[in-house]
């Protein structure tokens, strides 16, 4: 797969960012500290291209290994030992949400390796297969194999040979695959090898897993068989925005100020060169509204191009209603697998929410407060979302999985995209935010909860009024130590084109924001574009950091009165636990150092307060 105009977004992500002197950081976890968990019970069924199967024209299979007869096979384990590669008639039992079995066409046994079953230990293991038949005479051939495996950081790699000593890697998982993904049981990859193995007598194929108590990776079903003579591959696709960060599956109508691009990966994955190929997009709502093709170019086979198609399509004067995106790759040719040119997603304008997530996804994962260990209370989960012009945002619709528990407890909030350095942690610092809710059957049963944004919280005015620009909506969950999980889905639908960044998750007791990569169910609701900024009001300005902390919080305010000021801290269930000491603060601005004790690992709710009540608020958490 080629990735589209990665390099140009990232390097216009970082001047936009330095234009608002905002830092930039990437987010890469330095090591393995957790396991996302996806939900048994909502376990994702992504579509990942390479990875379909499609019926292709005209081919023949010249070598097929299932696993049934092992001749030909070797194992090489690296000198860390232990029997990774093995071949097996199930997953293993730690293996369990993943299913029981690799579902392949020829059904069990197959090869398997189990990195989490090594958990101090590094894999870089090889299982190779000598193709047991010759291809002198094959000036087209491809290589396929069905395969099953959840992505953590590891490296999926598949490598050819014509004589078992120079080796040509033809696939990786790490250019396709995001990290904490699954793919479907089963995929099909299928990768044209004939530079490396057409008109050899000999050709070697291993499977190198290379990764360090990450995830698995289970295999079968592998074939070496001669091409198709006219097959396009949609290898990859793009929907970006000209302005935002990233493509919103959700728009609200005072924000369709922006333009759509289309662009994709095309591969001639036939033996022929096809002629006048194109790509076509278009756009279909209640009549068809868009439908423009590239230039058309004459493609030699295995080779790629990608393209982009102009003009593009304008959002502006829309309607609110649901469209169909839709991209297909064409010729002058009868393409034998036509089922792989094409490729549709769905973009839904809204009265007033703005969201990268679908919500009528048909591809969803789930994640929540059961998904790190050890991490039930206080995970914040974002996603990206861009106003083209500034707006009200008066509330943040969090969606919620049927197996949510009522009792649940969360707050939502907007966020800057600005990642405040202050070694070892960043912050995506608190523009706006809730107070806490507590999460109902009815709310589980409708699917979503609206979280309103108070003009004042606490005390403190907030400002509502967003400039135009990117933020992250967040909402941030708690559990009642486990005893009412929160399960938010997890929208894969376009997780082969958005970026890394659309979805952050920050684990409290981990200390560190994680990229998720794709799209949460979390949406920004907004109101009237016009209403009145509260820095109209002279308003006090609060912030409260760091957070996590561990023995000391920090308040800068800027008062509009003078005052005597005392902190609280109070647990989740409201009870107060400590009172600071009373401290006289001038009008304007003040500095103060809370100290709460030694306080158990846990999240708190921190308030500032004079005589006439509480004048800021903030959740907490408590880090060793």
């Given at each position: 797969?080629?990735?589209?105009?990665?390099?140009?977004?990232?390097?216009?992500?970082?001047?936009?960012?330095?234009?608002?002197?905002?830092?930039?950081?990437?987010?890469?976890?330095?090591?393995?500290?957790?396991?996302?968990?996806?939900?048994?019970?909502?376990?994702?069924?992504?579509?990942?291209?390479?990875?379909?199967?499609?019926?292709?024209?005209?081919?023949?299979?010249?070598?097929?290994?299932?696993?049934?007869?092992?001749?030909?096979?070797?194992?090489?384990?690296?000198?860390?030992?232990?029997?990774?590669?093995?071949?097996?008639?199930?997953?293993?039992?730690?293996?369990?949400?993943?299913?029981?079995?690799?579902?392949?066409?020829?059904?069990?046994?197959?090869?398997?390796?189990?990195?989490?079953?090594?958990?101090?230990?590094?894999?870089?293991?090889?299982?190779?297969?000598?193709?047991?038949?010759?291809?002198?005479?094959?000036?087209?051939?491809?290589?396929?194999?069905?395969?099953?495996?959840?992505?953590?950081?590891?490296?999926?790699?598949?490598?050819?040979?014509?004589?078992?000593?120079?080796?040509?890697?033809?696939?990786?998982?790490?250019?396709?695959?995001?990290?904490?993904?699954?793919?479907?049981?089963?995929?099909?990859?299928?990768?044209?090898?004939?530079?490396?193995?057409?008109?050899?007598?000999?050709?070697?194929?291993?499977?190198?897993?290379?990764?360090?108590?990450?995830?698995?990776?289970?295999?079968?079903?592998?074939?070496?068989?001669?091409?198709?003579?006219?097959?396009?591959?949609?290898?990859?696709?793009?929907?970006?925005?000209?302005?935002?960060?990233?493509?919103?599956?959700?728009?609200?109508?005072?924000?369709?100020?922006?333009?759509?691009?289309?662009?994709?990966?095309?591969?001639?994955?036939?033996?022929?060169?096809?002629?006048?190929?194109?790509?076509?997009?278009?756009?279909?709502?209640?009549?068809?509204?868009?439908?423009?093709?590239?230039?058309?170019?004459?493609?030699?086979?295995?080779?790629?191009?990608?393209?982009?198609?102009?003009?593009?399509?304008?959002?502006?004067?829309?309607?609110?209603?649901?469209?169909?995106?839709?991209?297909?790759?064409?010729?002058?040719?009868?393409?034998?697998?036509?089922?792989?040119?094409?490729?549709?997603?769905?973009?839904?304008?809204?009265?007033?929410?703005?969201?990268?997530?679908?919500?009528?996804?048909?591809?969803?994962?789930?994640?929540?407060?059961?998904?790190f260990t050890d991490e039930e209370d206080g995970v914040i989960f974002t996603s990206l979302f861009n106003l083209t012009s500034s707006d009200t945002v008066t509330a943040v619709r969090v969606y919620l999985r049927?197996?949510?528990?009522?009792?649940?407890?969360?707050?939502?909030?907007?966020?800057?995209?600005?990642?405040?350095?202050?070694?070892?942690?960043?912050?995506?610092?608190?523009?706006?935010?809730?107070?806490?809710?507590?999460?109902?059957?009815?709310?589980?049963?409708?699917?979503?909860?609206?979280?309103?944004?108070?003009?004042?919280?606490?005390?403190?005015?907030?400002?509502?009024?967003?400039?135009?620009?990117?933020?992250?909506?967040?909402?941030?969950?708690?559990?009642?130590?486990?005893?009412?999980?929160?399960?938010?889905?997890?929208?894969?639908?376009?997780?082969?084109?958005?970026?890394?960044?659309?979805?952050?998750?920050?684990?409290?007791?981990?200390?560190?924001?994680?990229?998720?990569?794709?799209?949460?169910?979390?949406?920004?609701?907004?109101?009237?574009?016009?209403?009145?900024?509260?820095?109209?009001?002279?308003?006090?300005?609060?912030?409260?950091?760091?957070?996590?902390?561990?023995?000391?919080?920090?308040?800068?305010?800027?008062?509009?009165?003078?005052?005597?000021?005392?902190?609280?801290?109070?647990?989740?269930?409201?009870?107060?636990?400590?009172?600071?000491?009373?401290?006289?603060?001038?009008?304007?601005?003040?500095?103060?150092?809370?100290?709460?004790?030694?306080?158990?690992?846990?999240?708190?709710?921190?308030?500032?307060?004079?005589?006439?009540?509480?004048?800021?608020?903030?959740?907490?958490?408590?880090?060793?």
């Amino acid at each position: 797969m080629i990735q589209i105009r990665t390099l140009c977004l990232i390097v216009g992500i970082m001047g936009i960012f330095c234009t608002q002197a905002q830092a930039q950081r990437t987010f890469q976890p330095k090591a393995r500290p957790f396991k996302a968990q996806q939900d048994p019970a909502h376990a994702p069924n992504s579509s990942i291209r390479p990875g379909e199967f499609f019926q292709t024209e005209s081919t023949t299979a010249l070598w097929t290994f299932n696993f049934n007869n092992l001749s030909g096979m070797t194992i090489q384990n690296d000198s860390n030992g232990g029997a990774r590669w093995k071949v097996v008639s199930a997953l293993e039992p730690n293996l369990s949400n993943f299913g029981t079995t690799l579902n392949s066409v020829s059904g069990a046994p197959f090869a398997l390796i189990n990195s989490d079953s090594f958990n101090n230990d590094t894999q870089d293991d090889y299982l190779t297969l000598k193709v047991g038949t010759s291809l002198v005479g094959q000036s087209g051939v491809q290589l396929s194999f069905r395969q099953y495996f959840r992505r953590y950081l590891e490296d999926h790699i598949v490598e050819v040979s014509y004589d078992s000593t120079n080796w040509t890697e033809v696939y990786n998982s790490s250019n396709v695959i995001p990290t904490s993904t699954t793919i479907t049981n089963s995929s099909l990859v299928r990768i044209n090898i004939s530079s490396i193995a057409a008109n050899r007598p000999n050709v070697w194929v291993r499977f190198n897993y290379v990764g360090a108590w990450d995830w698995f990776w289970a295999i079968d079903d592998i074939e070496v068989a001669t091409l198709p003579p006219n097959d396009l591959v949609l290898e990859d696709y793009e929907i970006i925005p000209k302005i935002g960060l990233c493509y919103n599956a959700q728009m609200a109508l005072p924000h369709l100020q922006d333009s759509l691009i289309f662009s994709a990966a095309i591969q001639n994955f036939g033996q022929n060169t096809q002629p006048n190929t194109r790509l076509n997009a278009r756009v279909i709502g209640a009549s068809p509204l868009y439908n423009q093709n590239t230039a058309g170019q004459n493609m030699l086979s295995n080779s790629r191009d990608t393209v982009e198609v102009q003009p593009y399509f304008s959002l502006a004067g829309r309607a609110a209603g649901t469209y169909t995106l839709r991209m297909e790759v064409l010729s002058d040719s009868v393409d034998g697998s036509p089922a792989d040119n094409v490729d549709t997603t769905m973009l839904l304008i809204t009265d007033n929410r703005v969201s990268p997530y679908y919500p009528a996804s048909t591809t969803l994962g789930s994640l929540g407060t059961a998904s790190f260990t050890d991490e039930e209370d206080g995970v914040i989960f974002t996603s990206l979302f861009n106003l083209t012009s500034s707006d009200t945002v008066t509330a943040v619709r969090v969606y919620l999985r049927s197996n949510s528990v009522a009792g649940g407890v969360l707050a939502v909030s907007i966020r800057d995209t600005a990642g405040l350095a202050s070694d070892p942690l960043i912050d995506f610092p608190i523009i706006v935010e809730s107070d806490l809710v507590t999460l109902t059957t009815a709310d589980i049963s409708r699917g979503y909860i609206d979280v309103p944004i108070p003009a004042i919280l606490a005390g403190s005015p907030q400002d509502r009024v967003l400039a135009a620009g990117p933020y992250y909506a967040g909402a941030q969950l708690f559990s009642n130590a486990g005893a009412n999980h929160i399960r938010i889905p997890d929208d894969l639908s376009n997780q082969v084109f958005m970026p890394t960044y659309t979805s952050l998750v920050f684990l409290p007791i981990d200390g560190d924001w994680y990229t998720n990569g794709t799209a949460m169910g979390i949406a920004a609701i907004f109101g009237n574009p016009s209403a009145t900024s509260v820095q109209a009001l002279e308003a006090n300005s609060a912030k409260v950091y760091p957070n996590p902390f561990v023995n000391e919080i920090h308040w800068s305010l800027d008062l509009k009165h003078s005052a005597e000021v005392f902190a609280r801290c109070y647990d989740l269930q409201g009870r107060l636990l400590a009172e600071g000491p009373k401290v006289h603060a001038e009008q304007g601005t003040f500095n103060h150092s809370s100290s709460f004790g030694e306080l158990p690992i846990a999240v708190y709710r921190v308030e500032l307060w004079s005589e006439q009540g509480p004048i800021t608020s903030r959740l907490m958490v408590k880090a060793k």
